[in-house]
């Protein structure tokens, strides 16, 4: 992903090494605790990345959620804290209010963003807080053991709902992004995924806006990051990401959702104005 | 005495000016005197949600912070206010909450969070009557969630009681004092009479020091990144952090305990409150003085730590103890608890928003002294000839070893 010659300087002796890839300090030189073919690692990389490529990595107030990326802290080396479940978007309103300064960073999973922590998550979009989050729906609980999330495919097993999500009983998958695209606080809202390299590219420039626009004075931005769990799913990481391209992209289609950073860029007819500067 | 004059008596002026504000007596409704001593204790922010009894207090901040460019965020719920104080906190910001008691229950869940990851933060409980949405009358009905409950696992939680608006302006201070020379969350409790009546108070704010703290979250440059969590998977890390935790309350028990005593010297018999109830019992133990009972107040002013070793101490001295309470009976516990059956120890209550009066305090009073001169008629003592311990150090000692609330 990143070509990062700058810093080769220790490579440049050396005539048949050319730099390819650097690992960004700021990503912690540590086996991560994820299952083998999970995606956290890609997306917390490309995390790595931008906040190295936007210089932001001493400046960043990040707010580590309660599921698979629980330790996330101990792979991206800024500051943490620790949010109770679903609390994140409020955690972060209380450091964005005091700490202007800062960059800040949420990254939550479907289960916390899109169940218990609804009304934080819809109320600092609301807001317009400007922070950055990052929402990973893998469409399971998969901490807990691969349990029904909102984002859960219909018809899809989990070790509850054994016969498969049925929306008579069990509810409709939540586009959460979309609905939170709707409110004149978010200025940027985009889903990606990590199912291939070019996926992934794609993913990086995302998170890459959606950074930018805290920088820019924007309002509230996030990424929704589609992302496969092998384990909970019950697949081989290969098959996870077959599905991952399937059916999964069919139900949250990719793309950005809304953009309202650059005034050129079209707005929906029923969003009102942006909120004044504060 | 108008909003407009009460704000008028602020910084911003020479110092001789503010001194004359600062002694001044100005009529005050508690809750927004709660607030006002909350700013000039040098709160950065505060987060709040509507709920009655309380809501003048977060309106008063609605006003007041903007206007000396803090932060004020009403949330979309008490999760919303106690989490957004969670991330304030993190950042080594002074920071409160207020709420009722059912929002009390909704911060529950981040006030074990932040006792587990060594975060301060002030909240203030202007109790209403429960359970449920229960009712919004006065009422001490919290004291078992506010010292022994709320939320998950091993930890406590220092609690301030103060019975009176003076009183509770200067634990306002000791409140984030306390919070954060132990980097714990302090809650202090009022009820709906303490927060909804005014009464003359004298302008004595302080505003603690501020004290460099080497785990807020400001942004790594410089320096290593910083982790406020309390998650440990390792058990024995995990039991590491809890016993560091509670040699931490251990220092509190020693250090920050606070009581006071009224009319103890003499007495046969002690009413225990705290709060609206302690007030309600000093009418009473008028009464019952001018009756010829030897009656005086043990007032806790920290619920936790329970002054167990003074009040201990004062029941070998005692014929029986009336503990009176807004509840149906529940810091009792802890009065029995401390007494260890060296005295009888009686109740006298009321619940559902409901007041006691001295008079039914006072024959709570005279019941109680029935019953202990009937058991000793019965075991051939006489109240006189009661083993009163050393009266001449413990009674002097009583009134004069209260602390006062605002201890620096």
Redesign the interface.
């Known amino acids: 992903m990143t070509l990062d010659a700058r810093s080769s300087g220790a490579l440049r002796g050396a005539a048949a090494a050319r730099l390819v890839y650097r690992k960004p300090d700021v990503l912690v030189d540590r086996a991560t605790h994820y299952c083998p073919g999970c995606g956290h690692g890609v997306i917390h990389r490309l995390l790595a990345e931008v906040l190295t490529d936007l210089d932001l990595?001493?400046?960043?107030?990040a707010?580590?959620p309660v599921g698979c990326a629980?330790f996330i802290?101990d792979y991206l080396?800024?500051?943490?804290?620790?949010?109770?479940h679903g609390?994140a978007p409020?955690?972060?309103?209380?450091?964005?209010?005091?700490?202007p300064?800062?960059?800040v960073l949420t990254y939550q999973g479907d289960g916390d963003l899109a169940a218990i922590g609804t009304?934080?998550i819809?109320?600092a979009a609301a807001r317009g807080e400007r922070i950055t989050a990052i929402f990973v729906n893998n469409g399971i609980y998969g901490m807990t053991g691969g349990q029904m999330a909102p984002t859960t495919l219909l018809g899809q097993r989990t070790t509850s709902s054994p016969s498969g999500r049925d929306a008579g009983l069990m509810g409709y998958p939540i586009r959460i992004t979309e609905m939170l695209a709707q409110l004149p606080g978010v200025t940027y809202a985009a889903r990606g995924s990590v199912a291939d390299a070019g996926s992934i590219g794609r993913l990086k420039a995302m998170i890459a806006r959606a950074c930018r626009v805290q920088i820019e004075g924007g309002g509230f931005a996030i990424v929704e990051v589609l992302s496969n769990c092998p384990v909970g799913w019950g697949m081989t990481p290969q098959e996870s990401l077959e599905h991952l391209k399937g059916p999964v992209v069919e139900a949250y289609p990719l793309g950005v959702i809304v953009d309202r950073s650059a005034p050129s860029t079209a707005r929906p007819a029923a969003a009102a104005p942006t909120k004044p500067e504060a | 005495m108008t909003r407009r004059q009460e704000i008028e008596i602020r910084p911003r002026r020479t110092e001789a000016e503010m001194e004359t504000g600062r002694r001044a007596r100005v009529l005050m409704k508690g809750n927004e005197a709660i607030a006002e001593a909350a700013i000039q204790a040098g709160c950065?922010?505060y987060?709040g949600y509507p709920i009655t009894p309380q809501a003048e207090l977060l309106e008063w901040m609605a006003r007041r912070m903007p206007e000396l460019g803090r932060?004020f965020?009403q949330?979309?719920?008490e999760?919303?206010?106690i989490?957004?104080?969670?991330?304030?906190?993190?950042?080594g910001?002074r920071?409160m909450v207020s709420s009722s008691s059912p929002g009390i229950s909704l911060m529950a869940?981040?006030m074990s969070?932040m006792a587990g990851?060594g975060t301060p933060v002030v909240l203030v409980n202007v109790m209403r009557a429960g359970p449920g949405l229960g009712g919004i009358g006065p009422s001490q009905s919290d004291y078992f969630q506010a010292t022994k409950g709320h939320g998950h696992g091993d930890y406590r939680v220092p609690v301030l009681a103060p019975d009176s608006i003076g009183e509770a302006m200067d634990l306002m201070a000791t409140a984030f004092e306390l919070a954060e020379r132990y980097r714990t969350p302090v809650m202090l409790v009022a009820d709906g009479i303490l927060g909804q009546a005014m009464e003359p108070v004298e302008l004595r704010f302080r505003t603690p020091e501020r004290q460099a703290f080497d785990w807020a979250?400001?942004?790594?440059?410089?320096r290593p990144?910083?982790?406020?969590?309390?998650?440990d998977l390792d058990p024995e890390v995990l039991e590491r952090r809890n016993l560091a935790l509670q040699h931490k309350y251990r220092e509190i028990a020693r250090h920050e305990t606070r009581w006071e005593g009224w009319r103890l010297g003499d007495a046969e018999f002690a009413i225990v409150a705290y709060g609206t109830a302690a007030r309600v019992a000093r009418s009473a133990i008028a009464r019952a003085r001018d009756n010829g009972m030897k009656v005086g107040l043990f007032r806790p002013i920290t619920l936790w730590p329970f002054p167990e070793r003074e009040l201990a101490r004062m029941s070998r001295q005692l014929h029986g103890i009336l503990t009176v309470e807004l509840s149906s009976g529940q810091m009792i516990e802890d009065v029995r608890l401390a007494v260890e059956g060296r005295c009888p120890v009686a109740f006298h209550g009321r619940m559902g928003g409901l007041v006691p009066t001295p008079d039914e305090v006072l024959g709570a009073l005279k019941a109680l002294r029935g019953r202990v001169e009937r058991t000793r008629a019965a075991s051939g003592h006489s109240p006189a000839a009661h083993d009163r311990g050393t009266p001449s150090t413990n009674g002097a000692g009583l009134d004069a070893g209260a602390r006062p609330g605002g201890r620096g």
């Open positions: 990595p001493a400046h960043t107030i707010v580590a629980v802290y080396d800024v500051d943490f804290v620790e949010a109770p609390r409020a955690v972060a309103t209380g450091i964005r209010r005091l700490r300064e800062a960059f009304a934080e819809v109320h | 950065d922010a987060f932060v965020v949330a979309e719920s999760l919303g206010a989490n957004m104080a969670l991330g304030a906190a993190a950042t910001a920071v869940e981040a969070y990851s979250l400001t942004g790594a440059a410089g990144a910083r982790i406020i969590k309390s998650i």
